[in-house]
């Protein structure tokens, strides 16, 4: 920097023409290949806030993983799950012991669905930044780049549904929506410092009504069903293709949607596939056999019940609701008994919210598909329940061996619910994110509350 500031104008001139005619030289001799990609050019700055170590003693610990443990005791220090067992348990020295007694530990809760951020409160028009309905497919769009960090329903999803991490997803309009980002449930001020650290971007894709309505309304392509296939895999082909030449070293210019498509032949980025028909998740497994990839989850996925046993072989998780159904056409074969059929078909059931008010309570769904299976004679234990709102989206979302369960070595996001959690009185009592106290419902002070609301009437209340 010195050497160039003492140079003339003339010097610096001559010293660009130098550069250029290297450069072309280089390009001559065939060496103009693109510059490497940086696969993380918007890397999570997340540093987790200091916590103290904690012991939680006499509770009735729901592991995440299928396990119960009565008059249980957890210990978290250095933000990360110590170990979990019984009353036997020694406690370290210097840990703060919290009496647990006749109250329930979970995992924090995951959200694999959630539009928080990019259709924040308040909403209006100039907040929805959710869908890029300007194509049938934009996978070139990044959900992080729409996320509004001081959404203050993050802060109500912490209170009053325990949620510590959750996926933020592009809308539905489009076949193809474009990449989603996994948070942590923390302040902050840029998407960056909440951003998952280490978690893989998954790719938002949607069949059946909403893409051929909206497109077909603009009179183009797709305004049908086949046209929804026949417009997906001619952009698998294109996608195909596009990795070949790059593998090849003869892709000579980015294609930022294309990069993220071939992400996804490559396995680094998962399918996260809005539909509800059972007939078309069976077509679209069939189509990602066609291509060689993998959809991780159908949301929604009101007719899952049908197929169990396809998801069980294929390894997809369904991510539904516990009673939403019928409130468009392709909704009406929904049932409550959803999740119990999946789950007794051996396949992986993921309750989501796809709503501002619905991620405050996936406990009570959970309960109420819980409930619904019991009715119809399929018996769920609580312990495996609590797995639907923790170890599985975890799975399907690729942080299963970070978070999910309260497994040593894992992250110290937990939950101190004041009661069984899947009983319609719950509260969280305490959330502990990466060790670190956030909410504590005794102590007004402990909660977080976004930039947005500071100064606003009733500041901070979590309603």
């Not at 952009?235 to 293709?241: F, G």
């Not at 959809?295 to 998801?311: M, N, Q, R, T, W």
Request: proline share 6%; glycine share 12%.
């Amino acid at each position: 920097m010195q050497l160039i500031s003492k140079l003339t104008g003339t010097a610096i001139a001559a010293l660009g023409l130098m550069l250029a005619t290297q450069a072309g030289a280089a390009k001559s001799k065939g060496n103009d290949k693109p510059a490497a990609i940086n696969e993380n050019p918007y890397p999570s700055t997340y540093h987790p806030y200091a916590g103290e170590p904690t012991a939680i003693v006499g509770a009735t610990v729901f592991d995440g993983a299928g396990a119960r443990i009565d008059n249980g005791t957890v210990l978290v220090s250095g933000g990360k799950i110590e170990r979990i067992g019984d009353a036997s348990l020694a406690i370290p020295a210097g840990y703060r012991k919290i009496d647990a007694g006749g109250k329930f530990v979970t995992p924090g809760i995951i959200d694999i669905h959630s539009h928080l951020g990019v259709y924040p409160s308040p909403a209006v028009e100039a907040n929805s930044d959710g869908n890029e309905a300007t194509s049938p497919t934009t996978p070139d769009v990044w959900a992080e780049h729409s996320v509004w960090p001081q959404d203050p329903g993050f802060s109500r999803a912490m209170a009053n549904g325990g949620i510590t991490s959750l996926n933020i997803l592009p809308g539905s309009a489009n076949l193809m929506g474009g990449r989603s980002v996994m948070l942590k449930n923390v302040p902050g001020r840029t998407v960056q410092s909440m951003k998952f650290p280490g978690a893989p971007y998954s790719l938002k894709m949607a069949c059946g009504e909403n893409p051929k309505r909206v497109y077909g309304s603009k009179g183009r392509e797709p305004s049908t069903r086949m046209g929804n296939m026949a417009v997906d895999r001619a952009t698998w082909i294109k996608a195909s293709e596009y990795r070949r030449k790059r593998d090849a070293g003869k892709q000579e210019t980015r294609d930022l949607g294309m990069e993220t498509l071939a992400g996804v032949l490559d396995g680094k980025i998962l399918i996260q596939n809005h539909c509800y028909r059972a007939d078309e998740m069976a077509q679209v497994l069939d189509m990602a056999k066609e291509f060689g990839y993998k959809v991780s989850a159908f949301h929604h996925a009101v007719e899952s019940y049908k197929i169990g046993d396809l998801l069980k072989a294929s390894d997809t998780c369904a991510a539904i609701w516990a009673d939403w159904w019928g409130f468009k056409m392709e909704a009406y074969d929904g049932i409550p008994e959803n999740a119990a059929l999946v789950y007794d078909a051996g396949a992986c059931v993921i309750i989501h919210s796809d709503d501002e008010y619905g991620i405050q309570r996936l406990n009570q769904e959970a309960a109420k598909a819980q409930g619904s299976g019991r009715r119809m004679g399929i018996v769920i234990p609580d312990e495996q329940v609590i797995r639907w709102i923790t170890l599985n989206p975890a799975h399907a979302l690729g942080i299963e061996a970070q978070t999910g369960s309260l497994s040593p070595g894992k992250m110290g996001d937990v939950v101190l619910w004041n009661g069984n959690p899947l009983s319609v009185y719950a509260r969280p009592e305490k959330v502990w994110v990466d060790g670190a106290l956030l909410y504590d419902a005794n102590d007004p002070k402990r909660r977080p509350v976004s930039d947005f609301e500071l100064g606003q009437p009733g500041e901070g209340d979590v309603k």
